[in-house]
């Protein structure tokens, strides 16, 4: 149908939770919607603790985290729209759990005890699972990036090493991974029981998007060709559609919410 589009489908925009979508991502979902079927994959935050002015970062529990909540609003919102269209939509979750690894953010969110942590982010896909279902959406899996990807520690190792090799020869890399260093040290502050240094925040920007590098590079073999990723908005996005992950394919669309996981600051 030649005028099934993002904008014929959409025509209000996807609602006040997410950000304006840029031409580019239009056309990409354009051509996903053509095919009457839409995948769309979430990759959400365990649930960190919050205050009502925002994050602290004080725990982890096993609940549905805040941003999950949002991608759930925004999916029900696009699932009415697609269902008058005749779109059959695939809904899939994907949780961060890849933080398990670093012994400060575990000594101060589960004193210590990494299984216990992954306990909780497998507690927060199985009441993602129970959300979806009271609210009727077609969510297909909901799992945790170290159970979602087969292969996720050998290609996030592999994104690593392209990560750090690409800091010795291009200075605009080396300048991108300061500068995110720098504007998330209250972030990476708030996750640790220890006071970071800034060699400590610039490996944890590398590692970051290392992590999104992979996601990009896995999503199509476990999703399918046409996966739509729904994401808080980070400037580790680009990195999904970075060579490493994307070359020779199509790049993914992403869905940006205006969500942000920066932690509460200040009295």
């Not at 209000?12 to 950000?19: K, P, R, V």
């Not at 398990?100 to 101060?108: A, E, G, Q």
């Not at 959406?137 to 159970?147: A, G, I, M």
Request: include cysteine.
């Amino acid at each position: 149908m030649s005028t099934l589009s993002f904008d014929s489908v959409f025509p209000n925009g996807i609602g006040s939770l997410a950000c304006e979508v840029p031409l580019k991502v239009k056309k990409g979902i354009s051509r996903r919607l053509r095919s009457k079927k839409l995948i769309l994959v979430s990759a959400v935050c365990p649930d960190y603790a919050r205050s009502e002015r925002g994050f602290t970062y004080m725990a982890v529990s096993g609940g549905i985290p805040h941003i999950a909540k949002a991608h759930l609003e925004i999916v029900h919102a696009l699932l009415a729209r697609l269902q008058e269209w005749g779109i059959d939509l695939e809904y899939h979750v994907t949780l961060a759990d890849t933080e398990y690894d670093l012994p400060f953010v575990m000594r101060k969110m589960v004193d210590g005890d990494p299984l216990a942590f992954l306990e909780r982010c497998q507690s927060s896909c199985e009441r993602i699972i129970e959300e979806a279902s009271r609210r009727s959406l077609p969510l297909k899996t909901c799992r945790r990036f170290t159970r979602a990807f087969p292969t996720w520690f050998t290609t996030y190792h592999a994104a690593l090493a392209e990560v750090r090799r690409e800091l010795e020869s291009d200075s605009s890399v080396r300048m991108n991974v300061d500068s995110n260093a720098g504007s998330r040290i209250a972030l990476y502050q708030a996750m640790t029981s220890e006071t970071v240094t800034h060699a400590y925040c610039r490996e944890m920007a590398i590692r970051q998007l290392a992590q999104y590098m992979a996601w990009g590079r896995l999503a199509e073999e476990v999703f399918g060709t046409g996966a739509v990723m729904i994401n808080h908005s980070t400037p580790n996005l680009s990195r999904v559609n970075h060579p490493f992950s994307r070359e020779g394919k199509e790049a993914i669309p992403i869905l940006q919410l205006a969500q942000s996981t920066m932690p509460v600051t200040g009295d």
